[in-house]
């Protein structure tokens, strides 16, 4: 039986670890240029695999502190990450054939409809890095 190796991401919030056979990620320095990036990002999935990893990718992105707006699009409010490197490591649990859309937003140009609960106050927070 092959042995899982655990890696470390640091996503948002929080480090967490995912199980992947035989990858050590080291995702721990800060932004590129070692800049913070205040940002508010879009992060929408399409999982296309048998044995679909839905609540894995939920939990990492539940961890790094993003609202599930819908049942596969999510925001993440960072200060470490880029949408280069947010998909970086969301890869790391996907398959080859998954595929992953990651986007920088603002609230200046931004219209919602049927939004309610926990992710309409999230959107609404004055505090957000928009």
């Known amino acids: 039986m092959e042995s ?9 919030r929080g480090y ?3 199980p992947r056979r035989g990858l050590r990620l080291s995702f721990l320095q800060p932004t590129l240029k070692g800049e913070n990036q ?4 879009s992060i929408s999935y399409d999982l296309n695999s048998p044995g679909q990893k839905h609540q894995l990718i939920s939990n990492i992105l539940t961890t790094a502190g993003a609202i ?3 049942e596969t699009y999510w925001l993440l409010d960072t200060v470490h990450q880029s949408a280069v490197e947010i998909r970086e490591a969301l890869q790391t649990v996907v398959d080859s054939n998954d595929v ?3 986007a ?3 609230l200046d140009d931004c219209a919602t ?3 309610k609960g926990e992710p309409l106050h999230w959107i609404n927070l004055l505090y957000r890095n928009w």
Do not use: P, Q
């Open 4 to 12: 899982l190796r655990k890696s470390w991401v640091k996503l948002g």
């Open 16 to 18: 967490f670890t995912t």
């Open 38 to 41: 205040m940002a508010v990002y």
């Open 68 to 70: 599930k707006v819908m």
């Open 100 to 102: 992953l859309f990651i």
């Open 104 to 106: 920088r937003i603002n």
């Open 113 to 115: 409809w049927g939004i």
